[in-house]
């Protein structure tokens, strides 16, 4: 069953207080809406964090507004009546009513306490218990109220909400039980990266009969703080093990406290599982549930554009006001960009990715999971800025289509891609590592087939690169500061430095301080270095792509690219772009396509970042490395691009997106 590419997911989580529930509700005019603004797929409600149920179930608790009525049952025949699919929501664990009801059901933390959202948090500052899903009482009591919904309607698919346990919980009698027999009974961050997947997969298990039963071609998908990992068995690809789940759904509000840089890291993972997927926005100015607010309509067509230009769908996220009636705005802001997603899908149809280079997660149960992530989308930040087109993988992922691979800060060597590095690196592959990348899970130095040789980690921080003049003539004659600790490393015969490593004169401590940051630079260079390179490898000895992500320092980037210059890696298409140019390349059988977006998010709110306004193409060329004479670039349903000089394309004075195709650029040549 193909995803359905336009969807809305319609949030209704509506305190028992509101008394006047439905008192506008016109249920042709809400499905009327969504027709009119090109949506094709509407999550509708079963039940809500408050624990109010939105049809008349036997089992568990109707809002006590509704007085009998069946808003869900309306909302699918009116929705499916005009050909739009109607998926239902569920939540799991967080369910206000149960909680107060059975609090037995709830997650237990490690002291004792029972599990609550943070005071003062994000999402809610009232805070929601967390249920224990896995509690064999609460998760029976699911299984009949599932089984109930699938019974009394047509079911598209469900999505099941809050699958995850408090990074503290999991310790009420049975679950600690159930750890001990998975040997992670034990408070620890490592324990809870493993135990967290295993819950979800667990669940998904023990809940999909309940609906796969009645409806099996219902998609399902289980919401939960995904956990990545490079051990392709503890990752994302071990969630549909026999759970029914076989989409993704990326929950990844840019206005909310994911930002602009979470979306591309995850993106680029989940297309390489294997399934279709979707990325899910919202059309708020912050975040769920901001009644009366509408970002601009520049932020949620980067935000639609660049889900469809990486081969997903879109998802956006709205609240059913109580009253009934959908806000007119959004419905307009929706509807302004649906129209335009629509009209690029057959541009889309049948392509795939093409990916030049790989990053390999630093996403495992032994690295703290806000280094990897902040590693992880660093790296893809930063290859992004210099247009080359990475793919996240884990050490499943065959190596040889890449043109270099990547080993994050925090990569952790496994046994299965060990090997797959050794076979790449022999038959010529390139590899780029950073950092503790190249260390397996007990820190043992895991590259032994490359030249080089780790003295340990370097005790002072902030320290200085220095470009060495051959590799870089204009960076050698200022020394730049690194703002985190690296390590010491040298490498053996064949090796050369490309940057040095300079020591400040001390580090900065109550007795030992110089002005208002840190002691400058001494004379000398340190004896290990910070960068080097050899046969098709280079090594920085610091975090480099974390430490991009936190702190912004151009230079890192500038440096990697020289790096990848030394590997001969250059793109394939986009060289020369505006850094704020993002370029997505695909291959439609044998025509190339690219999309190019121009949209930059200003930082210029408190909170989040502000996109406002789309960008200019004007004056940017396109450079595309082996356009045969005889293909032409031309916009997509419009104009052919001049071509200046072979492979060199003007691009025009349009803002925004630009889609372009190349008929037959991989089509053979005679």
Same mark, same amino acid.
């Given at each position: ?81 005009? @050909? ?8 799991? @664990? ?55 919904? #699938? ?83 503890? @990752?994302?690809?071990?969630?549909? #093990? ?49 009644? @009366? ?143 503790? %990348? ?17 003295? %340990? ?74 960068? *080097? ?59 190339? *396509? ?5 949209? *930059? ?70």
């Amino acid at each position: 069953m193909t995803l359905p590419t336009r969807q809305i997911h319609l949030d209704f989580h509506t305190s028992p207080l509101i008394g006047d529930l439905l008192s506008e509700w016109d249920v042709d005019a809400f499905a009327d809406t969504m027709v009119n603004a090109h949506v094709n797929s509407v999550t509708v409600f079963a039940k809500c964090h408050h624990g109010m149920s939105y049809y008349p179930t036997a089992i568990g608790t109707p809002h006590p507004a509704l007085r009998g009525r069946d808003l869900l049952g309306e909302q699918i025949r009116a929705l499916h009546a005009r @050909g739009i699919r109607a998926p239902i929501y569920y939540t799991v @664990g967080w369910e206000e009513t149960l909680a107060h009801h059975h609090p037995a059901w709830r997650q237990l933390r490690f002291d004792g306490r029972h599990a609550r959202q943070e005071p003062g948090g994000t999402v809610n500052p009232d805070k929601w218990w967390f249920m224990s899903y896995l509690h064999p009482q609460y998760l029976a009591y699911m299984q009949r109220e599932v089984a109930e919904i #699938s019974v009394r309607y047509p079911v598209d698919g469900v999505f099941f909400d809050i699958v995850f346990y408090h990074p503290d919980a999991g310790f009420e009698d049975p679950i600690r039980l159930l750890r001990r027999q998975h040997g992670i009974e034990a408070h620890t961050p490592g324990n809870y990266a493993l135990w967290n997947p295993l819950s979800r997969r667990l669940f998904a298990q023990a809940i999909a009969p309940s609906v796969l039963n009645k409806h099996p071609e219902a998609r399902l998908f289980f919401n939960s703080a995904h956990t990545f990992s490079v051990d392709a068995e503890q @990752g994302l690809r071990s969630v549909d #093990s026999g759970s029914g789940q076989h989409h993704w759904e990326i929950e990844s509000l840019p206005s909310g406290f994911w930002g602009y840089y979470h979306f591309p890291r995850f993106a680029r993972h989940v297309a390489t599982l294997g399934q279709p997927w979707l990325g899910m926005t919202g059309r708020f100015q912050r975040m769920w549930g901001d009644f @009366g607010g509408i970002k601009p309509q520049a932020a949620l067509e980067f935000e639609c554009f660049r889900s469809q230009a990486h081969g997903g769908a879109n998802s956006v996220g709205d609240q059913l006001p109580p009253r009934g009636t959908l806000d007119p705005a959004a419905y307009q802001l929706i509807g302004a960009v649906y129209a335009q997603v629509e009209a690029a899908e057959p541009f889309y149809q049948g392509s795939e990715a093409l990916n030049d280079i790989a990053v390999v997660l630093g996403s495992h149960h032994s690295v703290p999971e806000h280094r990897a992530a902040l590693a992880e989308e660093g790296a893809v930040l930063a290859l992004e800025e210099l247009h080359l087109n990475p793919a996240v993988i884990d050490d499943q992922i065959e190596l040889s289509k890449f043109q270099a691979v990547v080993l994050t800060d925090s990569t952790v060597v496994t046994a299965p891609l060990r090997e797959k590095l050794r076979a790449y690196v022999a038959a010529g592959g390139r590899l780029v590592v950073a950092y503790r %990348g190249g260390l397996d899970e007990m820190g043992v130095w895991a590259l032994d087939f490359l030249p080089v040789h780790l003295h %340990g980690e370097l005790a002072m921080k902030p320290t200085y690169w220095r470009a060495h003049p051959d590799f870089w003539p204009e960076a050698s004659r200022s020394d730049r500061v690194f703002y985190e600790p690296g390590l010491e490393l040298e490498g053996k015969e064949g090796v050369r430095v490309l940057v040095d490593r300079v020591l400040p004169y001390f580090e900065r401590t109550d007795e030992h301080f110089m002005s208002h940051f840190q002691a400058p630079p001494v004379r000398d260079p340190h004896p290990f270095p910070a960068v *080097i390179a050899g046969e098709r490898f280079v090594m920085f000895a610091d975090p480099l792509f974390g430490t991009y992500r936190h702190y912004g320092s151009t230079v890192y980037r500038d440096v990697l690219a020289r790096a990848l210059a030394e590997l001969e890696l250059t793109p394939l298409i986009g060289a020369g772009l505006a850094r704020t140019v993002l370029c997505l390349p695909r291959r439609r059988g044998a025509d190339l *396509i690219v999309t190019l977006l121009h949209y *930059i998010p200003v930082r210029k709110a408190i909170e989040g970042d502000v996109l406002e306004e789309a960008s200019n193409f004007a004056g940017e060329v396109l450079r595309i490395r082996g356009v045969p004479p005889t293909v032409e670039a031309r916009i997509f349903e419009g104009p052919s691009l001049l071509q200046t000089e072979p492979g060199v394309f003007m691009l025009p004075p349009t803002r925004g997106r630009l889609l372009i195709e190349l008929p037959g650029y991989f089509a053979p040549q005679p």
